[in-house]
T-cell receptor
Framework: QKEVEQNSGPLSVPEGAIASLNCTYS??????FFWYRQYSGKSPELIMF????GDKEDGRFTAQLNKASQYVSLLIRDSQPSDSATYLC?????????????FGQGTELSVKP | DGGITQSPKYLFRKEGQNVTLSCEQN?????MYWYRQDPGQGLRLIYY???????QKGDIAEGYSVSREKKESFPLTVTSAQKNPTAFYLC?????????????FGDGTRLSIL
């Protein structure tokens, strides 16, 4: 069974701090990795994706991928109360698997003013 | 505006009743997906379709059925065989099904038992 694991949290950080969200995956053949943000009662919203080892930055968000360790993380700099949400890590299984995403259970982030 | 439209937003099912959830996209995406989300859980794949007139079962297909007669539409029927249908149902689409294409989601349908 291919799995994606996240700490469920809640992760609480003060406003302005760096929030670090982590995700591990079991399938070494996984090729692409996505971070979605989901506000309570809403649908997931894509915020970052990464395909290659290393870091990818987009504004206050940085995704980090280490395929050897099967580990992907999301850093949120200068955290704001509006960042309070559940963050879902998703791993793509590739074309032969219909492009299916395997989701982690999500990490709840709370940013305190 | 381009996007994915799910309807209705809320749906109630009586015992023994089949209900159909609508999903329409005008993004010209090839692939479409249905997920189920239970409280405090991640998303689980029900069915997916890579092209018109073709679809495959996901991890939890029992008690559900789909059709893909048009590229834009991928309706999901929750049958009476699904004994625990209360959940948040999410439809997604992507341009292709290779690994580089992210999936984008509609606003979801909340299904409850009467």
């Amino acid at each position: 069974q291919k799995e994606v694991e996240q700490n469920s949290g809640p992760l609480s950080v003060p406003e302005g701090a760096i929030a670090s969200l982590n995700c591990t995956y079991s399938d070494r053949g996984s090729q692409s990795f996505f971070w979605y943000r989901q506000y309570s009662g809403k649908s997931p919203e894509l915020i970052m994706f990464i395909y290659s080892n290393g870091d990818k930055e987009d504004g206050r968000f940085t995704a980090q991928l280490n395929k050897a360790s099967q580990y992907v993380s999301l850093l949120i700099r200068d955290s704001q109360p509006s960042d309070s949400a559940t963050y879902l890590c998703a791993v793509n299984q590739g074309y032969n698997q219909g492009g299916k995403l395997i989701f982690g259970q999500g990490t709840e982030l709370s940013v305190k003013p | 505006d381009g996007g994915i439209t799910q309807s209705p937003k809320y749906l109630f099912r009586k015992e023994g009743q089949n209900v159909t959830l609508s999903c329409e996209q005008n993004l010209n995406h090839d692939a479409m997906y249905w997920y189920r989300q239970d409280p405090g859980q991640g998303l689980r794949l029900i069915y997916y379709s890579q092209i018109v007139n073709d679809f495959q079962k996901g991890d939890i297909a029992e008690g559900y059925s789909v059709s893909r007669e048009k590229k834009e539409s991928f309706p999901l029927t929750v049958t009476s065989a699904q004994k625990n249908p209360t959940a948040f149902y999410l439809c997604a689409s992507s341009m292709r099904t290779d690994h580089n294409q992210p999936q984008h989601f509609g606003d979801g349908t909340r299904l409850s038992i009467l």
